[in-house]
């Protein structure tokens, strides 16, 4: 654990007054698979966390406490939008400077201070990591019932090599040749939804490559692990189309390409995913 978990009963315990108030986990960024116990190479799902990141700050502005279950070192809500800030500051004067072409830079500095107090970053490495931070974050979050919504974004190993079978030291490669043999990881969406939160609004994503595939497998997910939503998107259009598909409906896309939001040329997908997540989940906490 690369946090401490008073942080995370600290925050908690600072807004249990609000009887009404919704919760989001937000998992963010990709998961790493060592290949040694101490570790120097590994396996890693490639992600830079620009959807979790932006998801943050939507969730944030409509009103939930959010808890960023990140990658460490990847991007974060309002200041992954400034990568380059460093090359714009200007000196003007002793310890003061001026900052060049970043207009909206105010208005984050703005709304990352606002919510400050209502957000909470925990980060993870390895998929060890995530797994079972995660049950534990969750486990923590259960007496929110269905107002905790668990918003799985972040990118997971499919496969991984037990504890057991790793070698202690670096691998070396004048032992001649690499064999790697990967083991199937397990499932952690399914011990979120039937072990640890059980009444929780669960939103999961499904990214493939092949279009074929993409409905078909995430109607499987629902049925499979019981839980609400899967957020279907392939690789090459994830940031222009992504299609809701829940039990029993007819898949709902939002595409940023149709002529509904022709005119909304700077809108954000992650913005109507958000818009319309808390909507669905409004209406399961009322059921």
């Known amino acids: 654990m690369l946090w401490n978990p008073d942080d ?15 919760i989001v986990v937000i998992t963010s960024g990709g998961t790493a698979v060592p290949l040694e116990k101490n570790c120097v190479r590994y396996i890693e799902n490639f992600s830079n966390g620009t959807r979790g990141a932006i998801s943050a700050e939507k969730f944030l502005e409509n009103g939930y406490l959010v808890i960023f279950f990140h ?14 800030l460093f090359n714009h500051l200007k000196p003007a004067g002793e310890n003061k400077f001026t900052v060049n072409d970043y207009p909206n830079l105010g208005e984050m500095i703005e709304r990352k201070h606002k919510y400050a107090d209502r957000i909470l970053l925990l980060p993870f490495n390895s998929f060890d990591d995530y797994k079972n931070d995660l049950e534990y974050i969750c486990h923590a979050c259960a007496g929110y019932k269905k107002r905790l919504c668990v918003y799985l974004a972040a990118a997971v190993s499919d496969f991984y090599i037990d504890a057991e079978q790793l070698p202690e030291h670096k691998i070396q ?9 990967l083991t199937i990881a397990p499932k952690v969406l399914r011990r979120i939804v039937k072990d640890f939160v059980p009444e929780a609004f ?5 990214l493939e490559t ?6 078909e497998k995430s109607k499987k997910a629902i049925k499979e692990y019981g839980h609400q939503i899967v957020i279907a998107n392939m690789l090459k259009t994830r940031k222009r189309r992504v299609t809701f598909i829940r039990a029993n ?6 595409d940023l390409d149709s002529p509904e939001f ?12 958000i818009e319309r997540l808390k909507k669905l989940h409004s209406n399961y906490c009322h059921v």
């Open 262 to 273: 022709a005119e909304k040329a700077d809108v954000e997908i992650e913005e109507l995913i």
């Open 202 to 206: 669960v939103v999961s994503f499904k």
């Open 210 to 215: 092949d279009p074929s595939v993409l409905v």
């Open 173 to 181: 490669s004048a032992d001649g040749g690499l064999n790697l043999k």
């Open 71 to 84: 990658r460490a070192n990847s991007l974060q809500p309002y200041s992954h939008r400034f990568p380059d």
């Open 249 to 254: 409906e007819d898949p709902f896309p939002i």
């Open 8 to 22: 995370l009963k600290s925050f908690l315990d600072r807004h249990t007054k609000d009887e009404n108030a919704k």
